[in-house]
């Protein structure tokens, strides 16, 4: 089984990130104390988090760093799930769901701390995350989530339409939840920074070497690709939404209980000044409450990323930049004219309940999956967590509520299906809630 593209995306990211370090295949046989499968932010934080605390830690990527989903989203660093938040975490998962749920409260900051601690330069902005109500009855979606993330303790603020207006520049929606500790970040080069300061740090990252199986021998467990192999104490799965993209056989019941789902990016060219100081102009990340999300954010070159879904036949990117281009002039007139200079997708690993999957494999091994598109804050605590739980800390003080995988029934069909659920969102998106 081969990826469906096996280049990099014709993405913002890829044209303006000064290429990563350079890196080996696996070929031959090598030893390590803890294995990474996977290079994306997961991998290379657990990876990072290893070396410092000492540990001799290798990572096999399929590609390179951050050629999956860490190096092809939105890039903005978003401190919550998707549509959980804290109460129905800890009644589904308890005492871990109260551990899980302050690591996301703090994790933009765990980010951010990252990027501060060791210098990288990836054009990080902690300008704060807001999330627009597009009804007036979804209003009750941010108090709810005011109530609930700020009982925790997270920098959060329920924002009024006028807020909400001189916040966005737009008329467009009905106020807001705001959380001050996100914000935004160029995600190649994210993957790309830690990518060196893993191999500065005495860790082994090799690339273009697309695992197909891994075993236990004894008490090690064996990795194997097509060309070498290499073994180790501890073994962490960090493939995420591309688990089942190489290597059917690879971790199936992970792969299957997720299903990958393209999201497209998008750039414009970079907006005036003038135009840039009435769209968002303190730069926050904005995505709303559309199912069929609408969301933007700035990159360091006053181009506004932003994107869309698209189903059915015929040239998607041309047909996403007549849709996104007519939301953009809805939501803010000001924009005039809207070119795109970059069109690219990726996968997002959703999950029926919107909640990740975080696993123990075996002795000494964990793996999860199931973003559900918050992948960019979440996965830099969660690869210390990770990094935690292989050194043997144990499990009454790790943030993992761990459960055993369950593959979705007809996964096939299910995936094929998925695109599909673009039609019910923009139903229910027309709709206010009763």
């Not at 089942?244 to 990016?265: C, H, K, N, T, Y």
């Not at 849709?323 to 924009?335: A, D, G, K, N, T």
């Not at 004219?337 to 990726?346: I, L, T």
Request: glycine share 10%; aromatic share 8%; hydrophobic share 40%.
């Amino acid at each position: 089984m081969t990826a469906p593209e096996v280049r990099w995306p014709d993405s913002l990211w890829a044209a303006v990130t000064p290429p990563g370090p350079e890196l080996p295949e696996l070929a031959g046989a090598d030893t390590a104390d803890v294995i990474v499968i996977g290079g994306g932010f997961t991998g290379l934080s657990t990876a990072l988090h290893l070396r410092e605390a000492g540990v001799d830690v290798a990572v096999v990527e399929a590609m390179e760093p951050g050629w999956g989903a860490s190096g092809r989203n939105n890039g903005q660093v978003i401190p919550t799930l998707s549509r959980v938040d804290p109460e129905e975490i800890v009644a589904r998962h308890g005492a871990s769901g109260e551990r899980f749920a302050a690591m996301l409260r703090d994790s933009a900051s765990a980010l951010f701390d990252v990027v501060k601690r060791y210098q990288l330069n990836a054009e990080q902005e902690q300008a704060g995350w807001v999330q627009p109500v597009h009804s007036p009855g979804r209003i009750r979606i941010a108090e709810r989530r005011v109530r609930q993330w700020g009982k925790l303790g997270a920098p959060v603020e329920l924002l009024s339409r006028e807020q909400a207006r001189d916040m966005l520049g737009s008329e467009a929606w009905y106020g807001g939840f705001w959380n001050r500790s996100g914000g935004h970040i160029n995600p190649l080069a994210l993957a790309r920074e830690l990518t060196r300061v893993v191999v500065a740090q005495g860790g082994r990252i090799y690339a273009r070497s697309p695992v197909q199986r891994f075993e236990r021998r004894g008490d090690r467990w064996v990795v194997k690709t097509v060309r070498g192999e290499i073994s180790g104490r501890a073994l962490v799965v960090a493939s995420n939404a591309y688990s089942g993209e190489f290597s059917a056989s690879l971790v199936p019941d992970i792969a299957r209980e997720v299903v990958p789902i393209l999201s497209w990016q998008m750039s414009t060219q970079p907006l005036s000044d003038n135009v840039r100081k009435t769209i968002i102009p303190a730069r926050q990340a904005m995505s709303d409450t559309h199912g069929e999300l609408y969301f933007a954010r700035y990159d360091a070159r006053d181009r506004l990323i932003t994107g869309g879904a698209v189903i059915g036949p015929g040239d998607k990117p041309a047909r996403l930049k007549a849709r996104v281009s007519e939301r953009l002039q809805r939501l803010w007139p000001q924009i005039g004219e809207v070119k795109f200079d970059h069109v690219w997708n990726g996968y997002v690993g959703m999950t029926t309940d919107f909640l990740p999957r975080i696993h123990r494999l075996g002795p000494d091994a964990y793996g999860w999956t199931g973003c559900n598109g918050r992948a960019v804050a979440l996965t830099i605590p969660l690869g210390n967590e990770l990094a935690k739980a292989v050194r043997g800390i144990p499990a009454s003080e790790l943030a993992l509520p761990f459960t055993a995988p369950t593959p979705l029934p007809l996964h096939g069909i299910l995936r094929k299906l998925a695109p599909l659920m673009l039609l019910v969102y923009r139903r229910r998106d027309a709709r206010e809630i009763a």
